[in-house]
Every structure is written in C-alpha cells, then in structure tokens.
Nanobody
Framework: QVHLEESGGGFVQAGSSLTVSCTAS????????VGWFRQAPGKERHFVAG????????HYDQAVKGRFTISKDDIKKTVYLQMNDLKPEDSAVYYC????????????????WGQGIQVTVSS
C-alpha cells in the first residue's frame, strides 16, 4: 500500500509562483512513477507532469511545459511541482498519484492517489 499526501497549495495572483509537494510512504520503490494531475471544476482530471523515482526523466503536459518543473527527493520520497507564471486557467485541484508501472499520461495506470490540494490563481 502507498500513501500520498499533498501540501503547499493556496491562493495566488496570476504571474506568481507556487510549489506543491507530494510525500509518499509505504511500499513505494525505485521505478514507481509519481505523477501530478489536476482537475478544474466541470472538467476531467488531466495529467500535468510525472517522474519515476530513482530516475531523472521527466514528462510534462504541453500546457505547462516551460512553466512547471517537477523534481524529487528520492530519499525523502517527495516529489515537487514548481509552478511559475501561474495563470487563472491553472486553477484546479492538484492530485498526486503513484503507479507501479512508472509515470504515464493515463490516470488508469495509477493505483494510488492523494486527496488533492486546491490551487487558485486570480487574474
């Protein structure tokens, strides 16, 4: 079993930066994928960024590429999502998820989810 806990969300103005964190505990090991997803009101949940524990490759949705950076601390089992130049359309509940299969754009591959954290960007 894997437990994921998000932190760091909040309310910011457009153009600001914010970093959200996801700390994992339990049976999570090198090679597990950790992904960030987001869901805005009335919309489907959507992949934002992902990384595999113990490896350096990162993956981003085109909408955030160049503005968001995913990083990790393998020892702390914590994955960070640094969000720069935030826009109102970035407002959503951000979810952290983990997959035994490695990072993926499809949420169907993720078996473990955090409860989500709200990020609101005002214009």
């Amino acid at each position: 079993q894997v437990h994921l806990e998000e932190s760091g969300g909040g309310f910011v103005q457009a153009g600001s930066s914010l970093t959200v964190s996801c700390t994992a505990s339990g049976d999570i090991f090198k090679g597990f994928g950790v992904g960030w997803f987001r869901q805005a009101p009335g919309k489907e949940r959507h992949f934002v960024a992902g990384v595999n524990l113990g490896y350096d490759a990162t993956h981003y949705d085109q909408a955030v590429k160049g503005r968001f950076t995913i990083s990790k601390d393998d020892i702390k089992k914590t994955v960070y999502l640094q969000m720069n130049d935030l826009k109102p359309e970035d407002s959503a509940v951000y979810y952290c998820a983990s997959s035994r299969l490695g990072t993926s754009w499809s949420e169907d591959n993720y078996g473990f989810w955090g409860q989500g954290i709200q990020v609101t960007v005002s214009s």
